[in-house]
């Protein structure tokens, strides 16, 4: 079975109308129907199962917890999240939800910052991340710590 392209044409499963992948939607393997808003899933049978139906994009799912903006460390298997260290460009909005300083550049300001297709593989959201409908059945989320000393290796 082939794995999605950005440009290839997908027929929504639900409306039956026919519209191009989007790069990061190739990348996720997620297909969401500018026209019913249904998101349909790939898998080895293709095109086929709804992940979530209430018209949110791809950004939208993200509940803005900000947790994937702390240091991170892999450990026997394991990705810890420290919750005292967050990237220097993690900030609130006024209604408390996190905010990048640097959203549109990201990537290239802090070396630590990756691609949310890149996050879900390495599996450092946690098991609260809006995305978790798109986590493969054996991830494994991340250990929130405060310190060194909380891990138990
Ligand atoms: S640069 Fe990346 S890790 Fe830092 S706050 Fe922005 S999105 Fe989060
Ligand atoms: S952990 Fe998930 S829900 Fe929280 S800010 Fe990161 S991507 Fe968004
Ligand atoms: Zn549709």
Request: proline share 5%; net charge positive.
């Amino acid at each position: 079975m082939p794995t999605p392209n950005e440009g290839d044409e997908v027929k929504c499963l639900y409306c039956g109308e026919v519209h191009k992948l989007a790069k990061l939607e190739a990348a996720l393997g997620v297909f969401v129907c500018p026209t019913c808003k249904v998101s349909t899933q790939y898998t080895d049978k293709g095109w086929t199962r709804a992940v979530w139906t209430d018209g949110r994009t791809l950004e939208e799912l993200c509940n803005r917890c900000g947790h994937c903006c702390y240091e991170k460390l892999r450990c026997n298997g394991r990705v810890y999240i420290f919750m005292r260290n967050a990237c220097p460009y993690l900030g609130k909005d006024l209604e408390g939800k996190a905010e990048c300083s640097c959203y549109e550049s990201r990537l290239k300001n802090q070396s630590g910052c990756i691609s949310l297709y890149e996050a879900i593989k390495s599996c450092i959201l946690p098991i609260t991340c809006g995305y978790r409908v798109m986590f493969p059945s054996d991830y494994v989320p991340p250990k929130r710590v405060n310190s060194l000393k909380d891990l138990h290796i």
